[in-house]
């Protein structure tokens, strides 16, 4: 088990439904990261957040919304999403540029 | 913009085999690539970093090589076991972006069977 958790760990939502991911840390480490994992394409990197603070958005469309109250916990906030939008979301933290420790995941499945 | 190769996407060997799964990335300017293991529906787990300074890492049966002038890192798995049956994923940061942006290649695929 590692020191990076994530619920739900299964979500099935309607297109027209808000909900939100959350990632918890606790190891200590002051950089946060979500990625999206689809079918046949490579795990990608979609928000950092380096001491709370956002540093990359990777061109991911404004119906995910991410938020970092502090360096310990990091949501994803989820609204009107596609059924293209479902994947594994993945959350990962790490101290600064060193190894990153990766959740479980949360499988989403948008009907 | 980088860019991660893995070959083969998938491998299916013997119990007891040694063997070799290839990484390669478009740019060379990095300062370290990982591997990592990630199981069905599981997240990602580390197995070896490797410094751009560093040539190779070991651990365990687990041996990496890097060499960043031909943009290519190696995975030698020794002696597989069914246990080793999982998805293999290479990722390095470039310099020229945040040191912890992360481009993962697609992974490899591996079965071991008994």
């Known amino acids: 088990e590692t020191g990076v958790t994530q619920t739900p760990r299964h979500l099935v939502m309607g297109m027209t439904n808000k909900k939100s991911l959350k990632c918890e840390q606790h190891?200590?480490?002051?950089?946060m990261y979500w990625y999206k994992q689809s079918a046949k394409k490579p795990l990608e990197l979609m928000f950092v957040y380096n001491f709370k603070e956002q540093t990359e958005n990777n061109s991911v469309p404004s119906r995910f919304s991410p938020e970092c109250p502090n360096s310990s916990h990091l949501f994803l906030h989820l609204h009107t999403l596609q059924p293209e939008d479902s994947a594994l979301y993945l959350c990962a933290s790490s101290h600064q540029s060193e190894t990153q420790y990766f959740g479980p995941g949360t499988r989403l499945l948008v009907l | 913009k980088q860019e991660v190769t893995q070959i083969p996407a998938a491998l299916s060997v013997p119990e007891g085999e040694n063997l070799v799964l290839n990484c390669s990335f478009t740019?060379?300017?990095?300062?370290?690539l990982q591997w990592f293991r990630q199981d069905p529906g599981k997240g990602l787990t580390s197995l070896l970093l490797?410094?751009?300074?560093?040539r190779e890492q070991t651990s365990g049966r687990l041996n990496a090589s890097l060499d960043k002038s031909s943009g290519r890192s190696t995975l030698y798995i020794a002696a597989s076991q069914p246990g080793d049956s999982a998805t293999y994923l290479c990722a390095v940061p470039t310099l020229l972006n945040a040191g912890n942006m992360l481009t993962f290649g697609g992974g490899t695929r591996l079965m071991v069977k008994p």
């Open positions: 740019d060379s300017a990095i300062y370290n």
């Open positions: 490797i410094q751009s300074s560093q």
């Open positions: 190891l200590g480490h002051n950089a």
